[in-house]
């Protein structure tokens, strides 16, 4: 787990720390979320993230632009491995709020956690079904081996869903988990998968390869979040207020990332550490789907829900309304 704290980005402390967490143990030992108002009118959020890169950028630039402590806020910034991990730093008062996947979300409050997303980073899923370039069609996949991060991951429920949709049977196609996302490319790259499941700028590293996106999920299937903010009802309890102020400074920070594209992606390619022409190419894919008012589609995350019931194992796959909590969002969005 590593931790940085911004009261603007001119003035971070960088601090080094390790923590072995899993969703069991931090549920055994839960605690209390600090109080954010134990320095004036500066609230502190704590803010656990396992997602980088472009899907991220609006929390990086809010940072870099010190629009967060324009809304009186100071962020602590833990960088976790996985959603898992996120959302035990959550139950364990390791941190106030999680940056993860929606997936995620769902996995944890079906297995009885009092997790809720309460705002969008990205609404729009980001994933490609990259294939070799002998795969044209669906079918063409049957008999083959496809990429996932794991199984029962939120990559598994929307490719079985993609190929149901095509009419192949998903059970026809191997599901080879293969961790990260450099890792599934470095195996197609070297043969040894026939699809994967990818995002930016790896999809954009297996086209240039001669590989082609069989399927663009965000497409395939609409307005579902791709990356959520969520916290535990104990955590909101004791920290309302201040999680609304990072909400509105969340949104902001996606209002100004789409309308400084350049000075984004820089940000971007500094984060990242990869070239500016990568991290253009990145931020060109994900630009479209930067939620300017935090507020997830309802639609999409009842989507979301459906798919997830009919692909995933979950047990008792929560309703929207005991997964999603709009209040700490502004004005029109927190009615929708």
Not at 81 to 104: F, Y
Not at 133 to 149: F, Q
Request: glycine share 8%; aromatic share 6%.
């Amino acid at each position: 787990m590593r931790r940085t704290t911004f009261r603007g980005a001119k003035r971070a402390t960088l601090l080094a720390s390790t923590l072995a967490l899993t969703v069991l143990a931090a549920t055994a030992c839960a605690s209390t979320p600090g109080d954010s108002s134990s320095e004036g009118s500066i609230g502190k959020i704590t803010l656990a993230s396992s997602i980088t890169g472009s899907s991220f950028l609006a929390v990086t630039a809010g940072m870099d632009q010190e629009i967060f402590e324009k809304h009186g806020l100071e962020i602590e910034l833990v960088k976790v491995k996985s959603s898992a991990e996120a959302a035990a730093a959550v139950a364990s008062g390791q941190a106030d709020l999680a940056a993860m996947l929606p997936e995620g979300v769902i996995a944890v409050a079906s297995a009885g956690s009092k997790m809720r997303m309460i705002g969008n980073l990205l609404n729009q899923v980001q994933y490609r079904l990259v294939t070799t370039s002998e795969v044209t069609s669906a079918s063409d996949l049957i008999g083959k081996k496809v990429g996932i991060v794991g199984p029962g991951s939120g990559e598994e429920v929307l490719a079985r869903a993609y190929l149901d949709s095509q009419g192949v049977d998903p059970s026809q196609v191997t599901f080879v988990a293969t961790g990260t996302m450099a890792a599934k490319y470095a195996a197609m790259t070297t043969n040894q998968l026939e699809g994967a499941m990818l995002v930016p700028p790896f999809d954009i590293k297996a086209e240039a390869a001669g590989m082609r996106p069989l399927s663009v999920l965000g497409e395939d299937f609409p307005d579902m979040p791709a990356q959520v903010f969520a916290s535990s009802d104990k955590a909101l309890s004791s920290n309302g207020d201040t999680v609304k102020k990072f909400m509105a400074a969340a949104a902001e920070s996606a209002q100004w990332v789409v309308a400084h594209p350049e000075d984004a992606t820089k940000i971007l390619s500094e984060d990242s550490q990869v070239s500016m022409e990568d991290a253009k190419l990145s931020f060109d894919r994900a630009k479209s789907a930067y939620s300017q008012d935090s507020a997830i589609s309802r639609e999409g995350l009842n989507r979301w829900l459906a798919l997830s019931k009919k692909y995933s194992s979950l047990a008792n796959v929560p309703t929207i309304d005991e997964l999603y909590d709009a209040q700490y969002l502004a004005g029109t969005a927190a009615r929708q």
